[in-house]
């Protein structure tokens, strides 16, 4: 089975950082996208980063210029450096992989809390 760790998460003060990171392992074939969502109480899972095996990323508007997402492919790893953080950043964030055949596997989320 696929299996996604998640380190990262904590509370920090607004304009704090924090960096993310997800490791996958298991039974898994070639990862073809690597990515952050998040989900805040009350509201839906929505994106917050990707980056395919090719380098190609993509960001949510509201994080445009605080985050910053990487990888590492052979260690099958990816980072999200965020910063400036802001107290509505505050959710949980789940590591997403899409695989070659077009699996998907998510992690179990990781709290991080902005506070004023």
């Known amino acids: 089975q696929v299996q996604l760790v998640e380190s990262g998460g904590g509370l920090v003060q607004t304009g704090g950082s924090l960096r993310l990171s997800c490791a996958a392992s298991?039974?898994?074939?070639?990862?073809?996208?690597m990515g952050w969502y998040r989900q805040a109480p009350g509201k839906q899972r929505d994106l917050v980063a990707t980056i395919t095996s090719r380098g190609s990323t993509n960001f949510a508007d509201s994080v445009k210029g605080r985050f910053t997402i990487s990888r590492d492919n052979a260690k099958n790893t990816v980072h999200l450096q965020m910063n400036s953080l802001k107290p509505e950043d505050t959710a949980v964030y789940y590591c997403?992989?899409?695989?070659?055949?077009?699996?998907?596997?998510w992690g179990q989320g990781t709290q991080v809390t902005v506070s004023s």
């Open positions: 298991g039974s898994i074939f070639t990862i073809i996208t």
């Open positions: 997403k992989i899409v695989d070659e055949l077009g699996g998907i596997y």
